[in-house]
């Protein structure tokens, strides 16, 4: 059984940084893509920043510029969040999966970005 365990959301102001950080756990395969979705209240969860094991990484286009995507293992995913804004705010969720998208999901953490 695969278990993924986020830290870092919280509570920020615009213009300020947070770092979410992410760890599976369990039948890993070591070429796989582990990345960051967001679900607002009222939208669907939509595509933050994935990174494949072995490949480049793929963002939103909302968030080009202001969030990097980082892999130190086959287990782990970092995202780091600057110039963060209102309308980032999201519970978000950390994913692994393969080529076909996201099998797996974390728990989700809460961002919160006031003005």
């Known amino acids: 059984q695969v278990q993924l365990v986020e830290s870092g959301g919280g509570s920020v102001q615009a213009g300020e940084s947070l770092r979410l950080s992410c760890v599976a756990s369990?039948?890993?395969?070591?070429?796989?893509?582990m990345g960051w979705y967001r679900q607002a209240p009222g939208h669907e969860r939509e595509l933050v920043a994935t990174l494949p094991t072995n490949g480049t990484a793929n963002y939103a286009e909302s968030v080009k510029g202001r969030f990097a995507i980082s892999r130190d293992s086959a287990n782990t995913v970092t995202l780091q969040m600057s110039d963060l804004k209102p309308e980032d705010t999201a519970v978000y969720y950390c994913s692994l999966g393969g080529t076909y998208g996201p099998r797996h999901w974390g728990q989700g953490t809460q961002v919160t970005v006031s003005s």
């Open positions: 369990g039948r890993i395969f070591s070429i796989n893509t």
